[in-house]
């Protein structure tokens, strides 16, 4: 009878042959990983002790200063974050703004697009079947108005080849909106060939790039990117409320989204109710008062990843995701994700009858995972470790041997 899996597993210590094992010192700066196996930041990455001071510097501030902070020090913590950001995708600060939500960044950007000269008579939007809701819904609701759809189906439910896009790509399109990681299958996307693919229509390019930025570098430039949409709460480890929009610098001229407000106004203090003009950067791309709680949040989480650089952290959940990946295998488990590490990321998904009741099962035992219809998933981080590997697995081998 294999021994029963507790959250006590995270205290065994790790071979030092593990990639990039001093990393590990960082485990004390997430005090969750002290009480559970967590192997969920595809949805939540964990809450540091450098976010809780960043909260507790907010309320700090806001009861010192109360609206005069946002004079003397918020807006200087909203432009040091952009620039953070920035420096993570290698853009230029100016190219950056803020949103609450993805899906508000997308409304943003859909909204902007819609009344692009340039766009002319492109009414074409290319996304995959594979693609997270949200970002379809941006141009669902839009067929109203005359906009097309296509859904680029992936054959596997795995993998979508890149050339499959280049069969639908014309000089109708408009945007290829799709995502650099699938959430439902942790499969990594061609996004510099689907870049070269969309501009030689004269279509842009859209990155949802929620389910990688912090885990798999990403160079805006080196790619040719157009837009590219994230946020903090995944592997940015910085919580709710806080996304991103890239927007490449010669479009944003162009860009007149009519979602807009005051925080887009290039003459935002001045309070002319009746005029209204963008700001030249993408804060155009903003509009209202941003969640400055969040923000401070945000900031720490970035700091981390900064700190401890994406390049690593893709090598050392590399190596944790290809250790679940051949545990699946051994065991004959159907595995719904790339075997191969090099076109996945840190999220393994792995076909079970009702995950959720397994979610259940593994969070009564303290360890954290995720499911969605039919999939079990399974997301380490830069701080998961071997041995919280091994105390998964062997949860799992009880829990379905009982089945
Ligand atoms: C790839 C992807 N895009 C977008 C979202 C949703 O973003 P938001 O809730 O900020 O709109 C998620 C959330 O899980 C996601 O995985």
């Not at 994406?310 to 719904?336: F, H, K, S």
């Not at 090099?342 to 499911?371: K, T």
């Amino acid at each position: 009878m294999p021994r029963k899996s507790t959250a006590t597993h995270t205290k065994r210590s790790t071979t030092s042959t593990e990639p990039y094992s001093e990393l590990l010192a960082y485990r004390e700066q997430f005090p969750i990983l002290q009480r559970k196996i967590y192997l969920n930041s595809c949805s939540l990455g964990t809450l540091s002790l450098r976010g809780m001071a960043g909260m507790t510097r907010f309320q700090e501030l806001w009861n010192e200063h109360g609206a005069q902070a946002w004079y003397e020090l918020w807006m200087g913590e909203l432009d040091a974050l952009r620039r953070k950001f920035a420096r993570l995708i290698n853009a230029q600060p100016h190219e950056v703004a803020i949103a609450p939500s993805v899906s508000v960044a997308l409304g943003e950007i859909a909204s902007a697009l819609e009344d692009d000269p340039a766009s002319g008579k492109r009414d074409h939007v290319i996304l995959a079947d594979m693609d997270f809701p949200t970002l379809a819904y941006q141009w669902l609701a839009r067929r109203r108005q005359g906009t097309r759809v296509t859904f680029v189906e992936s054959p596997d439910r795995i993998r979508l080849p890149a050339e499959l896009f280049g069969q639908h790509i014309t000089h109708k399109t408009r945007l290829v909106a799709t995502s650099h990681v699938f959430y439902l299958s942790g499969y990594v996307q061609d996004i510099g060939a689907l870049a070269q693919m969309a501009h030689a229509q004269g279509a842009l390019l859209l990155v949802d790039d929620y389910q990688g930025t912090g885990q798999i570098p990403l160079d805006v430039k080196a790619l040719d990117l157009d837009f590219v949409v994230t946020g903090s709460l995944k592997w940015l480890l910085g919580g709710p409320g806080v996304s991103f929009i890239y927007a490449r610098e010669e479009l944003l001229p162009r860009l007149r989204p009519t979602m807009t407000g005051w925080w887009a106004s290039r003459d935002q203090f001045q309070f002319k109710t009746e005029e209204f003009d963008y700001k030249e950067d993408a804060r155009r791309l903003e509009a209202g008062t941003p969640p400055m709680a969040a923000i401070y949040a945000a900031s720490a989480g970035l700091d981390i990843v900064l700190e401890v650089g994406v390049e690593r952290i893709r090598a050392r959940t590399r190596y944790l995701a290809d250790d679940i990946v051949r545990r699946a295998q051994e065991r004959g488990w159907a595995l719904r994700s790339p075997a191969d590490g090099g076109e996945r990321s840190s999220i393994v998904m792995l076909a079970f009858e009702r995950p959720e009741e397994l979610v259940r099962a593994l969070s009564a035992r303290g360890i954290i995972v995720d499911s969605r219809p039919g999939l079990l998933r399974i997301s380490p981080h830069f701080y998961n470790t071997l041995a919280e590997n091994e105390a998964i697995v062997s949860a799992l081998d009880e829990l379905l041997a009982q089945r």
